[in-house]
Every structure is written in structure tokens, then in C-alpha cells.
């Protein structure tokens, strides 16, 4: 499993600026981080396998039809004006390292992510991890970089400061991901995903929801809800990401072995802060999918999903009803309760997996009785009760209707990712919401990758050969050799190797990137078992 967010972007003294120059200096700015540590500012990355237009339905989009947006398999490029925007190479040259480089938009850092200029936005992709906490923690790593460059480019003249913002709204009728991706079997029929997740994700909100004020695509009606993306989603099913919005995506690119895996790509979630909040998102997410490849999903079904979605993240009090196919009324709460419920009976009959396993259905139950209470009393772990917390004392000290535009102000603040600014932040450092990493942990996940999964062979190639590694993506990684004619473009289409277990000492005992691909390659010349 892994999380990609993308990040709400500002300069306060350039109001007009263009947020795709802004991006791209995040990138850069990092990249120039990099270089310090490693003498290379990371990998570019390798397009090489990219589908973004075959849809899990059984068809491809053509070109012509498809949304500009939907082509991520084309490289992103600033155009001469933006590159004299961005302060052009001569005059930013603590970011850029020579002519031939120009401005980055797209890398691979040394910890196995992707980060890189998306829909005018920058994007933290995490590396592939095999359970929830892990997921939490190189996802929180992602904060931590972005924070760096914004650091960097602060501190470098010529360049006006840059805020980032994990969210996912500007309040403007704009909407920007936080996306989730799960490997499955590629057996499992599609339309079986479907019915087992719609209900699940249409009220997996009263857990992870982020808290948004104002109701409405551009926020305009007076109000508090639960989730950022609920009023961005037009469609139960569909291939888009950023228009007619689909609760379940259909995008097959599965960055693997295809005839083997699927790559679920879930674009419903909120971007959040609170760890428990992901850690649920991630944790039973995983247990629903294992519930449908088991065929033991709930048999629920919602008359009309969008609207229930809609419904349920209008009302934190959590009490509005949505209508079954069945004509039976059921809140957001209540469809977690079922899903729980068989969650613990799939769980029991057929063991945890992991500790993390029973980790999760621990926090789930424990999280839903609270919000069954009261759902105020999960402000210490919910990102959108901690929200509503804070904006409620604004409103009562200040008086204030929840059309005031200073509540709005509020909300974005909460999601500054500067811990001196962000009220997400002051309150994790007051003790006021649980914690479940320490910083340590998360500041190690900065530049080192996971080491269960081929992130671990893909971060460890840009640590030791950070000048022959010029290409890498999900399912490749790229060297230039000066003793080898070609290319070695290296393949990981089995997620589960490129291990430390199976790569760790291949690395341990390589004096040079030759001697590591000899190793790796062998006298066939094709690529070792490990990968």
C-alpha cells in the first residue's frame, strides 16, 4: 500500500504567482537538499511504463477524449516564461545544477518516493510499505520533505517564501488529491471491488475525514462538515481523477506484473494530519479488501452513493440518515458498525495476519464507540473533530457565524504543514492529539525506504549510485555505466522483492555501480531472483 498527496501551495508576497512555478520549485529546492547529502539531486523519473488511460472495465481511453489532466504518462515542462518566473538558472542557481539539467519537475528520492509538479501542485507519492503504520510513517516523511524545500527556498535569496497546506481544497470550487493505492490480485472480478467498497468508502469519512468549513464545491454556504472531497464527487464509477469525480477509480495501471496484480487506485480520501486518522484510513481499507477477496464483504448496497456521501459529511453530528436499495434508512456510523462487524468475523475466521491486524480492529471499534458517544470526545485522534474542536472556541469566544471568513482562515491554518504555524501541529506538540511515531522515527523515514518491499532496492540504488542512477519509477530503475554501451534499465514488477532480506547484501558488498549490476545481472545478464 502506499499514499500520494497533493499539497495546497501559496506565496503570501506574490498573490498572482503561477502555483506550477511555485511547484516546481518545491522540487528543486529539494533536489538541491539532496545533492548536498548524496553529490546528486535523486533520480528523474523513468516514463516508461505508464498507462494512465486503461481503464479496469476492459477498455482503453483514447488520447483525443481524455482530459489534458489525465496524461501523467507525459513528463510535466516549464515553458521559457515560467523558467524566467521560477528566477531562471543564472539567478537560482542554489537549486539548479548545470544547463544541461534545466529545472526538475519530477524525482525519486533516496527513501523510495516520488516527488514531482502534478496539476500545478506539488506531490509527495510514498514508497510501497506492507502495512498501515508504515504507511503512516513514510506518508508523514512526505510532510517532513516538503517542509525542507519550503526551508530551503526561505532561506535562498532571490525567492519569496512558499506555504504548503495539507489539504484539499482552496475554497475556490478547485479540489486536489490525496490518493491511496492498494495491490490486489488481479483475479478478483473489478465489479466485486466495486460493490464490496462503495458503502465502506462512502462513510469511511466519520474516521478519517479532514473537517472542512463550508458546504458547496466553492464553500460558500455557511457550515462545518467532515470531509474536504465529499462535494468534488459526481460518480460512482468512473476513470477520472479531477473532473466528474468517481467514488471507486477504474484506473488499471497496476506498476507490476500485470497479468498477476492490480494496482486499486482510491481517490476518495482526505489528506490528513492526525496519524490515527491514516493509520485507520490505510489499516481498514486493507481489511475490507481482504473481506471482498474473501467474499465475505457486507451485502449492503446505498440507493444513491454520491448523495449519501454528500449527506453524511454535511452532518458531524453524525446522525443523518442515508436510504438503502432496500429502502431501510442507515447512518454513516451505522455502515461502519456493519463493516466492522464482518471485519471481526473475517478476522476470527480466518486469523490475523499481523499484530498491525488487530491493532486496527482495536482503534476502528474504539474510534466508532466514541463517535457513537460523543463525537467530540475523539478530538485527540480525529482530524475532524480536532478541527471542529478549535473552530467551535473561535465561535464562541468571538462570537462568530460559520459564514465568518476568519473560521475559514482557521481551517487553512490547521493544515500549514510549518509546525510553528500549523494548529494541527501546536496541538500534537501541547499533547492534545495522540501520537503514534515519534519524530524520530518519521525523520529517519526522510531518507531511508522501507525495507520489506522493492522500495527498499529502488532507495538504496540513489543512496550508493547517486551519479550512475540516472531513471527510475515504480518498476525500473535506470543506470548509466561508462564501461556498458547501453542503458541497464533494471525491472521490479514483484513489489515484494527488491527486499533487504534479498538485495541487502548485494549492496553491502558492491565497491562501484559496475560491480553491483555484475552482481545483480550475472553471466546471463539478466536481472537476479532478488529483483
Known amino acids: ?73 507525459v513528463p510535466p515542462v516549464l515553458d521559457a516564461e515560467q523558467i524566467a518566473l521560477a528566477g531562471g538558472r543564472a539567478a537560482a542557481n542554489e537549486f539548479y545544477t548545470d544547463e544541461s539539467s534545466g529545472v526538475l519537475m519530477n524525482m525519486v528520492l533516496s527513501n523510495g518516493a516520488r516527488l514531482y509538479v502534478d496539476h500545478a501542485h506539488p506531490e509527495y507519492s510514498s514508497p510501497e510499505v506492507t502495512n498501515p503504520l508504515d504507511a503512516v510513517r513514510w506518508d508523514k516523511a512526505g510532510d517532513a520533505v516538503v517542509l525542507s524545500a519550503l526551508r530551503r527556498i526561505a532561506a535562498t535569496p532571490g525567492f519569496s517564501p512558499v506555504n504548503l497546506y495539507k489539504n484539499n481544497t482552496d475554497n475556490k470550487s478547485v479540489s486536489y488529491g490525496a490518493h491511496e493505492n492498494y495491490l490486489m490480485p488481479r483475479s478478483l472480478p ?227 504543514v510549518r509546525p510553528e504555524k500549523g494548529l494541527h501541529h501546536r496541538l500534537a506538540a501541547r499533547g492534545r492529539i495522540q501520537r503514534l511515531l515519534s519524530d524520530e522515527q518519521i525523520a529517519a523515514a526522510v531518507s531511508q525506504p522501507p525495507e520489506d518491499t522493492r522500495a527498499y532496492f529502488r532507495g538504496k540504488c540513489i543512496q550508493h549510485f547517486p551519479h550512475e542512477v540516472v531513471g527510475a519509477s515504480w518498476d525500473s530503475v535506470i543506470f548509466d555505466l561508462p564501461d556498458r554501451r547501453r542503458l541497464q534499465r533494471i525491472p521490479t514488477r514483484e513489489p515484494l522483492r527488491g527486499n533487504r532480506e534479498l538485495t541487502g547484501k548485494l549492496f553491502e558488498e558492491a565497491s562501484s555501480a559496475e560491480d553491483f549490476i555484475t552482481a545483480l545481472l550475472g553471466p546471463s545478464n539478466e536481472p537476479h531472483v532478488a529483483t
Not at 523519473?45 to 481511453?61: C, I, K, N, Q, V
Request: hydrophobic residues 40%; contains cysteine; aromatic residues 6%.
Open 1 to 73: 500500500m502506499g499514499s500520494e498527496t497533493e499539497y495546497g501551495i501559496h506565496a503570501p508576497g506574490e498573490p498572482l504567482a503561477n502555483s506550477t512555478v511555485l511547484s516546481s520549485q518545491v522540487i528543486n529546492a529539494y533536489a538541491a537538499t539532496m545533492r548536498k547529502g548524496l553529490g546528486n539531486p535523486g533520480a528523474r523519473w523513468d516514463y516508461t511504463d505508464e498507462e494512465p488511460l486503461h481503464d479496469a472495465r476492459g477498455f482503453d481511453l483514447s488520447r483525443d477524449q481524455a482530459d489534458p489532466s489525465q496524461l501523467t504518462d
Open 190 to 416: 473489478f465489479n466485486q471491488i466495486v460493490t464490496g467498497l462503495v458503502p465502506f468508502f462512502v462513510s469511511r469519512q466519520v474516521v478519517c475525514g479532514a473537517g472542512r468549513v463550508g458546504l458547496g464545491t466553492n464553500g460558500r454556504t455557511p457550515g462545518y462538515q467532515i470531509s474536504q472531497r465529499a462535494d468534488f464527487f459526481e460518480a460512482e464509477v468512473g476513470l477520472e481523477t479531477t473532473i466528474r469525480r468517481p467514488i471507486i477509480n477504474t484506473r488499471d495501471e497496476p506498476h507490476s506484473v500485470a497479468d498477476k496484480y492490480r494496482r486499486l487506485h482510491v481517490i476518495i480520501g482526505d489528506a490528513n494530519l492526525s496519524e490515527v486518522s491514516i493509520f485507520l484510513k490505510m489499516g481498514t481499507t486493507a481489511v475490507v479488501l481482504s473481506m471482498i477477496e474473501h467474499g465475505e464483504a457486507p451485502d449492503v448496497q446505498l440507493a444513491d452513493p454520491v448523495q449519501a456521501l454528500q449527506a453524511i459529511s454535511h452532518d458531524p453530528s453524525l446522525q443523518q440518515k442515508v436510504a438503502l436499495s432496500d429502502g431501510s434508512m442507515v447512518t454513516g456510523l451505522d455502515l461502519q458498525e456493519i463493516y466492522l462487524q464482518a471485519a471481526v468475523e473475517h478476522c476470527t475466521r480466518h486469523g490475523t495476519a499481523t499484530d498491525q491486524t488487530a491493532q486496527v480492529l482495536r482503534r476502528w471499534a474504539s474510534v466508532l464507540e466514541i463517535l457513537r458517544r460523543d463525537p467530540m470526545d475523539a478530538a485527540d485522534q480525529l482530524d475532524w473533530v480536532a478541527k471542529l474542536k478549535l473552530l467551535q472556541a473561535y465561535r464562541e469566544r468571538d462570537r462568530l457565524e460559520w459564514g465568518d471568513p476568519r473560521l475559514g482562515l482557521i481551517d487553512l491554518q490547521y493544515a500549514d
